[in-house]
């Protein structure tokens, strides 16, 4: 039975530790404080205090099979989204004493900047339009350049935005009938928090080294779609939009607009989503309590 060390257990690493908890496995998972440890073990998960920033905390981590790194940006934090993405997994690399023998590095399909609403599958160039894609493309080619020297040739999921219980984009904005600074009609590519476990714990069991997977469901969806269905689900009035105004921090999101191809996933991996679009997943998420 595999030992997985899960470095980073927030919104998706929790879950993923829970499904290959409740497999019998032994699962490990990082966390910074004390006060989360807890939660792990409620769901199956041994709790590691470490915090890849600190290089210090990384030199006893247990000895696995293999390791999922899912180490997320705290925007309330004091360090920078490259901080924690690039030297965060270089810390890790340089500093974890174990020996496993497989990686999975969580990364974000923010790394693709087309902005003509194509599809995009695995093969097609990584174009960051603003710093948070080149952040999470660097910190991909960090894993890349110091995996193999580790004995770990990595396997990378580029997940679309997570939403689930507790996590509805925008909802609060809609609660208070706040236009979106945006284009209606650009696209949103999706994952539900639930599938995308299912598909990281695929990853792990059957992912290719080396092999980069597109973590996304069937359909992408217009933002008007996609807010429409939040308000409708909660009982509120309908989404409004304005135009971005260039200063506003929305505006960078306007320099993208695609469809992002969950084909690799399907014909690969052999994962049936739970929640393959917004209309199964929305009314899943809103009515979790």
Known sequence: MSRTLIVGCG???QRVGKLLADR???VYG???????AASLQGVGIEPVIANVLAPDSLTNLPDVDRVLYSVGFDRSGADSMRTVYVEGVRNFLEHYPGTAGQLVYVSSTGVYGRNDGGWITEDDPAEPAHESGRVCLDAE???RRLGPGRGLDPVVIRCSGLYGPHRIPRKASLERNEPIAGDPTKFLNLIHIDDAATLAVAAL??????????VSDDRPVERQEFYSLVATLLGIAPPRFETVNPDNPAAAREESNKRISNHRIRSELQVDLAFPDIQSGLPAAIATP
């Open 30 to 36: 990082t966390v910074r404080s004390s006060a989360r």
């Open 205 to 214: 069991d059957r992912g290719a080294p080396g092999r980069i997977y597109h």
């Open 11 to 13: 919104y998706l690493g």
């Open 141 to 143: 080619a960090v894993t």
């Open 24 to 26: 019998g496995e032994t």
